[in-house]
T-cell receptor, first 112, second 114 residues
Framework: DTEVTQTPKHLVMGMTNKKSLKCEQH?????MYWYKQKAKKPPELMFV???????INESVPSRFSPECPNSSLLNLHLHALQPEDSALYLC???????????FGPGTRLTVT | AQSVTQPDIHITVSEGASLELRCNYS??????LFWYVQSPGQGLQLLLK????DTLVQGIKGFEAEFKRSQSSFNLRKPSVHWSDAAEYFC????????????WGAGTKLIIKP
């Protein structure tokens, strides 16, 4: 099974709201990733967790806050977002840093 | 600097015809290469990967890719496309020098003519 699940599928939020995106995998993978994807563009890496520790933060604004409660779960907490943050947010996982990544279906986020 | 180039922004192919999507990479060492497919509004699905060994790699959904070191290419092929293959295709290389991040091509949109 190579499934990564993400909830919610769609999210509409105002600029003053606080919301969270969730990601889960049960493949025993030890690396998990958050990506942002704008229309007609490849994914942009935001964060990487390796063995539940944040290993990469690609200079993402502090209004995005990742959390890895355990090896199967990854959250992305959102606060005071801007309209330009509207995008498809993808979660991925891999066996380790040098392995292929498996992606979830994404959360379509719209900031109004 | 490492990079991936997909020269074709979009390609139109008739259903049942063969397909080749081009991917060129710039990378100093032996590359780890991937092809992903993304249907509209969906996540990315791994089609195939190349790490080492046989340069002709078989993937899912009838796709294959050939690694050619001399041409720095990793082209994706399918002998007969189906309407359901219409999607965006991304080529990527794993950058060991950048903390194992994926370096992505810009993508190629595949359009299927009935």
């Amino acid at each position: 099974d190579t499934e990564v699940t993400q909830t919610p599928k769609h999210l509409v939020m105002g600029m003053t709201n606080k919301k969270s995106l969730k990601c889960e995998q049960h493949m025993g993978h030890r690396a998990m990733y958050w990506y942002k994807q704008k229309a007609k563009k490849p994914p942009e890496l935001m964060f990487v967790y390796s063995y539940e520790k944040l290993s990469i933060n690609e200079s993402v604004p502090s209004r995005f806050s990742p959390e890895c409660p355990n090896s199967s779960l990854l959250n992305l907490h959102l606060h005071a977002l801007q309209p330009e943050d509207s995008a498809l947010y993808l979660c991925a996982s891999s066996q380790g840093s040098g392995y292929e990544q498996y992606f979830g279906p994404g959360t379509r986020l719209t900031v109004t | 600097a490492q990079s991936v180039t997909q020269p074709d922004i979009h390609i139109t192919v008739s259903e049942g015809a063969s397909l080749e999507l081009r991917c060129n990479y710039s990378y100093g060492a032996t590359p780890y290469l991937f092809w992903y497919v993304q249907s509209p509004g969906q996540g990315l699905q791994l089609l195939l990967k190349y790490f080492s060994g046989d340069t002709l790699v078989q993937g899912i959904k009838g796709f294959e890719a050939e690694f050619k070191r001399s041409q720095s290419s990793f082209n994706l092929r399918k002998p007969s496309v189906h309407w359901s293959d219409a999607a965006e295709y991304f080529c990527a290389v794993l950058s060991l020098a950048s903390n194992y991040q994926l370096i992505w091509g810009a993508g190629t949109k595949l359009i299927i003519k009935p």
